[in-house]
């Protein structure tokens, strides 16, 4: 075969031409468009070097300065595209089931939850001669459509009101009715306050089993038969402490890699027994509204961020105030003293992990763009539509901020009063 390298001048405009709609397509093409930088286990940032730049006209590799390629939209789109690429994997006669309860905050699975699927996938697969499945254990309802995509073979939706708010006595039931019934080899469950920390501690008591609580790391222990060990964050996060894998497990955030290489069968499941009702002692009186100007920004769920293009700023923290909104600013806001230090977003401000980014008048700096790469949906508003915000965006407005969010404000009122209206 010839060994002449075909050009096709199109498609090398489209990876040079950074605001062409298709150039991230082309560049995953290219094998650039994963991700570049991720958050390591400890915290520590880890670089993928070969994933920076596109192959320019003549073959060459660029590297693009700008910072687009490090958002998270080029790593979003690179995981669509490995997405489509992954490998349907369906495990009919399982040996064994590794149970997961994830915590779907907000209806969804979690970055958490995707880790300890990941952690759960390395339980499973361990022996391919004997491959496990993955059963997750889902309470309520949920938006979530890519349990597959997660790593789930099996899925035990239990949709009851009985599940609804702080239940553990009803999930509690309904996790030994799956232990009396399918009887999984191992339970893993998220570390966190509102997910599995509670539950997790009670199923280990009911099933008489000492858990493992801070697990951050798994690694087979010896031969086959395999068994695990497990390092886990003890004394106050001072010490790790290593010892065999037990059966419950409560993991923490990053303790492995989520899936991205296959895609699951998320077979529907159901229990042949009805699930025992539990007496329950506890009363859940519904959630407490908080002040979010009192959240921490990197636990903050939605954020309103101002730069230097928000003049009104009595605008801005009406329409942070009416939205419900965390405040966050650029560097240059918090220089020129419109916003505390503490609230400062970026490299040498905090790393924000929202689900809603909205970044006001803020150009994109690289700086500021690190620190908003975990964000899951990022939105702007601004004058400049060449702007590397907005080139990071999965929506942008382009118009004045004081204008935009006095529009803004004006329609979530509006829609606030019909609703009152209609109640
Ligand atoms: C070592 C170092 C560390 C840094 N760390 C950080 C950090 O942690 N966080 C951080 O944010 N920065 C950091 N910076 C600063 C960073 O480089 C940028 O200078 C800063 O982020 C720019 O802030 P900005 O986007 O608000 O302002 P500008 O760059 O001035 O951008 C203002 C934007 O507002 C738009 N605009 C103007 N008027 C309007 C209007 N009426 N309506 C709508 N849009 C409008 C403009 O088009 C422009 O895009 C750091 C810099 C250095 C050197």
């Known amino acids: 075969m010839s060994e002449i390298r075909r050009r096709d001048p199109r498609r090398e405009w489209i990876a040079r031409n950074r605001l062409h709609p298709e150039h991230l397509s082309v560049l995953a093409e290219q094998g650039v468009g994963a991700a570049s930088e991720w958050l390591g286990p400890n915290g520590v940032v880890r670089k993928n070097p070969h994933a920076i ?89 949920h938006k979530e459509d890519a349990f597959g995509e997660a790593g789930i073979d099996r899925l035990l939706h239990l949709d009851d009101d009985a599940y609804v708010g702080f239940a553990p006595e009803a999930r509690l039931a309904a996790l030994s009715a799956v232990e009396r019934e399918l009887a999984p080899r191992h339970w893993l469950l998220p570390d966190s306050p509102l997910g599995g920390a509670d539950l997790g501690r009670r199923l280990a008591l009911r099933l008489g089993e000492r858990p493992a609580t801070g697990v951050w790391q798994i690694e087979a222990d010896g031969e086959a038969p395999l068994g695990w060990r497990c390092t886990a964050r003890g004394a106050a996060e001072s010490l790790d402490i290593q010892r065999p894998l037990p059966r419950v497990a409560l993991a923490l955030a990053e303790c492995a890699e989520p899936v991205d290489e296959t895609r699951h069968a998320a077979e529907p499941l159901s229990l042949a027994e009805a699930i025992p009702s539990a007496l329950s002692r506890i009363e859940d009186l519904g959630q407490v509204a908080v002040d979010p100007a009192g959240v921490a920004l990197a636990e903050a769920e939605f954020i309103v961020s101002g730069g230097n293009g928000v003049k009104d700023w009595d605008g801005f923290h009406h329409a942070a105030k009416v939205l419900g909104a965390t405040e966050g600013a650029s560097r240059v806001a918090v220089d020129d003293g419109f916003m505390a230090r503490d609230r400062q977003v970026g490299a040498t401000g905090t790393w924000v992990t929202a689900r809603v980014y909205l970044a006001v008048g803020i150009s994109g700096a690289i700086q500021h763009l690190q620190g908003i790469q975990s964000c899951d949906k990022v939105v702007t508003i601004n004058l400049d539509p060449g702007c590397d915000m907005i080139k990071r965006a999965d929506l942008a407005v382009i118009g004045d901020s004081a204008e935009i969010l006095a529009a803004l404000v004006a329609k979530v009122e509006q829609q606030r009063g019909g609703q009152r209206d209609a109640a």
């Open 53 to 141: 730049g596109f192959i320019g006209p003549n073959g060459v590799k660029r590297i693009d300065r700008s910072g687009a390629q490090q958002g998270g939209q080029a790593a979003a789109e690179g995981t669509r595209a490995a997405q489509d690429s992954r490998r349907n994997v369906i495990i009919e006669a399982p040996a064994f089931l590794v149970a997961v309860v994830p915590e779907l905050s907000g209806g969804r699975l979690s970055g958490h939850d995707k880790d300890l699927l990941g952690l759960a996938r390395h339980l499973a697969d361990a022996d391919p001669e004997h491959p496990g499945a993955v059963l997750a254990v889902v309470f309520g309802e």
